[in-house]
Nanobody
Framework: QLQLVESGGGLVQPGGSLRLSCSAS????????IGWFRQAPGKEREGVSC?????????NYADSVKGRFTISRDNAKNTVYLQMNQLKPEDTAVYYC????????????????????WGQGTQVTVSS
């Protein structure tokens, strides 16, 4: 399994921005599809976004974050990012990145059961 590490969480006011990072120290993330998930207290985990392997040609977003969040990957830095703009209180959650080896290159899916490796999570709190 990959060891994934998230960073970049914190406390931000409504309307603010944060950029989350997902990195791996001993594996090449380029070979994997990467997803971001979140879980708020008392709620089920939900998929936020995903990006396909290699050139990241395919991305998907939950309806609740479309137009506000952007996922990207920098293979030279072995890192995947989630840029979060126009943050709302309802975005408050622990955010996790996860990876899976895609059966077909260029595809990503936000089905949590497909993902085999998960990070420990980073807290995002949106509050005034």
């Amino acid at each position: 399994q990959l060891q994934l590490v998230e960073s970049g969480g914190g406390l931000v006011q409504p309307g603010g921005s944060l950029r989350l990072s997902c990195s791996a120290s001993r594996f090449i993330l380029e070979d994997y599809s990467i997803g971001w998930f979140r879980q708020a207290p008392g709620k089920e985990r939900e998929g936020v976004s995903c990006i396909s392997d290699r050139d990241g040609r395919m991305t998907n977003y939950a309806d609740s974050v479309k137009g506000r969040f952007t996922i990207s990957r920098d293979n030279a830095k072995n890192t995947v990012y989630l840029q979060m703009n126009q943050l709302k209180p309802e975005d408050t959650a622990v955010y996790y990145c996860a990876s899976y080896w895609p059966a077909f290159s260029g595809v990503c899916m936000m089905t949590a059961g497909r993902y085999s490796s998960w990070g420990q999570g980073t807290q995002v709190t949106v509050s005034s």
